[in-house]
């Protein structure tokens, strides 16, 4: 049987429509910078793209930075002139520039939404200093708008939402200055130097705005229906099972489940050979399975958080692969018991 793909928040397939949008722009041979026809063929795609981010995010066109992805644009914590605080379960992007300072304004840099759990956390109505928000597993499946946010930065990145990889934004307040990402040219309104990346731009802008598309249609709430099927199949069938977050908020698509005594590594690879492509946390470092920090953060021992898989449903998710899915995790879950008796 085919494979069926169940890890959305490493990365989503690409779009049709981003495709589509990256063959067209591999023919505009012009650099955005250039003031010729070609140049501002190129500039043109650049600022439809930045109008379409603009757009899904719900801030202005002129906020919006493009970068190679929300682990570069979460570099601007690290000239920021003042202590940078940090989420406890924050992704590793932002996790990584917490740093404490005597002077300066400070910040706080938090996740949206956890790509490991799901978990949602809203941003504090009332704190001192700047707050830089990383909306890369919300962007195109909560409904969001940084006008409304009160955040002063945010970031994001195409892949998850079925852009490509390599290329994703940085959006800045109005009236917020920040020390450019790189130098050079003074591209991105001198906010990051170097030509833009066309290609990658134009892919996510269409598919952003095809993301959300797919939220204003209501797919991402039949998203989260496959979601609680899953998990009513396996709690059915399992004895001891921890679905992370059940009682809060989530992301529609996400169920991290612990299950007690089967090492999360163990379950990717009997998945992964059963046909199913599924997690065991962030996609950072590749081959990498180490002791979640974000659950180590959350409460649970070692031993729990080394239990821990990650199933992330998309767009293209039916109820027949959850099915199929669930009733294959049952049966490695039993013969792991059968082998632990």
């Keep these: ?28 041979v012009g650099n955005p910078s250039s003031v010729h026809g070609e140049g501002r063929a190129a500039k043109a795609l650049v600022e439809r793209a930045r109008a379409q981010v603009a757009a ?28 940078v605080e940090v989420q ?32 949602l956390t809203d941003p504090p109505k009332s704190h001192s200093g700047a707050l830089l928000l990383d909306i890369t597993q919300a962007l195109g499946r909560l409904p969001f708008s940084f006008a409304w946010s009160e955040a002063d930065l945010a970031i994001c990145s195409a892949h ?73 199949m396996l709690v059915n069938s399992t004895e001891g099972l921890i679905f992370v977050g059940e009682k809060g908020p989530r992301l529609p698509n996400t169920s991290c489940l612990i299950a007690p005594g089967w090492k999360g590594e163990t379950q990717v690879m009997a998945m992964d ?6 997690s065991a ?30 199933v992330s449903l998309g767009p293209e998710t039916t109820e027949e692969m959850v099915e199929r899915f669930a009733e294959t995790w049952v049966r490695g879950y039993k013969k792991h018991r059968a082998r632990a008796a």
């Design 1 to 28: 049987m085919s494979r069926v793909y169940l890890d959305y928040n490493a990365t989503a397939p690409l779009r049709p429509e981003a495709r589509a949008s990256m063959e067209a722009a591999m023919d505009i």
């Design 56 to 83: 899904a995010a719900g801030c202005l066109p002129q906020e919006v930075v493009f970068t190679s992805g929300a682990t570069e644009a979460a570099g601007v914590l690290q000239h920021w002139p003042g202590p």
């Design 88 to 119: 406890p379960t924050a992704h590793d992007a932002i996790f990584a520039h917490g740093r404490e300072a005597d002077t300066g304004t400070p910040i706080l840099a938090m996740g949206l939404a956890n790509s490991e759990t799901g978990i």
């Design 160 to 232: 998850k939402l079925g852009g490509p990889k390599g290329v994703g934004a940085l959006i800045v307040k109005q009236g917020i200055d920040i020390t450019s990402l790189s130098l050079g040219g003074g591209q991105e309104m001198g906010r990051r130097s170097g030509t833009e990346n066309i290609i990658g731009i134009a892919g996510f802008g269409a598919a952003v705005e095809a993301a959300q598309k797919d939220l204003d249609d209501g797919l991402w709430a039949r998203v989260e229906k496959l979601r609680n099927i899953l998990e009513t």
């Design 273 to 278: 050979l059963a046909g199913f492509a599924v």
């Design 281 to 310: 946390g962030s996609a950072c470092s590749s081959g990498k399975v180490k002791t979640s920090r974000v659950l180590a953060a959350m409460g649970f021992d070692d031993a729990d958080a080394a239990s821990a898989v990650r």
